[in-house]
C-alpha cells in the first residue's frame, strides 16, 4: 500500500474534496481529525461523521466514479494517505484481503448509522449522554474530563438537534449534577453511572 499511497498533511479548516466536487480519492486518516459535513437543501451544513485515525473515506466515489454527496474538511493538522482510482483497483487486484477488510468495516459503518437512526428517535438529553460516553476521557479524582472535538453547533449538527437545544440539555446534566461545564469545550462528567443511565445504557 506505501508504494501508492500518496501522503498528505492538511492544515485545520482545509478543505480534502467538496460535495459535488470532483471524484474523490480513498482516504486513510493516520493523525488528527477530519469532519464530513453536507449542504442541506435549505443551505444549511450537515455534520455526518468525525473522522478519527485509522478511518477511511470516498470508497464510494472511488468505485462508482460519482462526485461526492459530502464534503470532507479538517478539523484538526491532520496527516492521511490518498488513492487513486486506477492505483487502488491494481492494489485490489494484487492483495483481494484488502477488499475484504474494506468490506467489513463497511459493514461496521453501516451498523453504526443504523444505531445512530435508532438514536433520533430518542430525546435531545439521551443523545448527548449517549454522544459524551463515547468520547475519550481522562480519569481523575474528580471524574473524567473530556473535550468536545467540535464546536458546539457542529456537535448539535451532529446529534441532529439545534445548539439551543444542546446547551438546554448541557445545562441541565449540570442541574442535576451529572456534569461540569470546563470552558468553551471541556466537560467534567461526575457521575458516570447517572450519564450511562440517562444514555439508556443501564
Do not use: W
Not at 453547533?153 to 446534566?173: C, I
Amino acid at each position: 500500500m506505501a508504494e501508492v499511497a500518496r501522503p498528505v498533511s492538511v492544515a485545520p479548516g482545509e478543505t480534502l474534496y467538496q460535495q459535488g466536487g470532483p471524484p474523490a480519492p480513498l482516504i486513510v486518516l493516520h493523525k488528527g481529525m477530519v469532519k464530513l459535513t453536507r449542504i442541506t437543501a435549505n443551505g444549511h451544513e450537515r455534520v455526518l461523521q468525525v473522522m478519527e485515525p485509522g478511518d477511511f473515506v470516498g470508497e464510494a466515489s472511488l468505485l462508482s466514479g460519482g462526485r461526492p454527496d459530502h464534503s470532507a474538511i479538517a478539523i484538526t493538522d491532520a496527516t492521511l494517505c490518498t488513492f487513486g482510482h486506477e492505483d487502488f483497483g491494481a492494489l485490489l487486484a494484487a492483495h483481494p484481503q484488502i477488499g475484504f477488510e474494506m468490506l467489513g468495516a463497511l459493514s461496521r459503518r453501516l451498523a453504526g448509522a443504523q444505531d445512530k437512526l435508532d438514536q433520533s428517535n430518542h430525546e435531545v438529553g439521551t443523545r448527548v449522554a449517549d454522544y459524551l460516553l463515547g468520547l475519550e476521557g481522562d480519569y481523575s479524582a474528580g471524574g473524567v474530563r473530556i473535550e468536545l472535538p467540535l464546536p458546539k453547533k457542529d456537535v448539535a449538527s451532529l446529534l441532529g438537534t439545534t445548539p439551543e437545544s444542546l446547551s438546554r440539555a448541557l445545562a441541565k446534566l449540570v442541574e442535576q449534577d451529572v456534569i461540569e461545564l470546563n470552558g468553551p469545550r471541556g466537560i467534567m462528567i461526575v457521575d458516570v453511572e447517572a450519564l450511562s443511565a440517562i444514555a439508556l445504557l443501564r
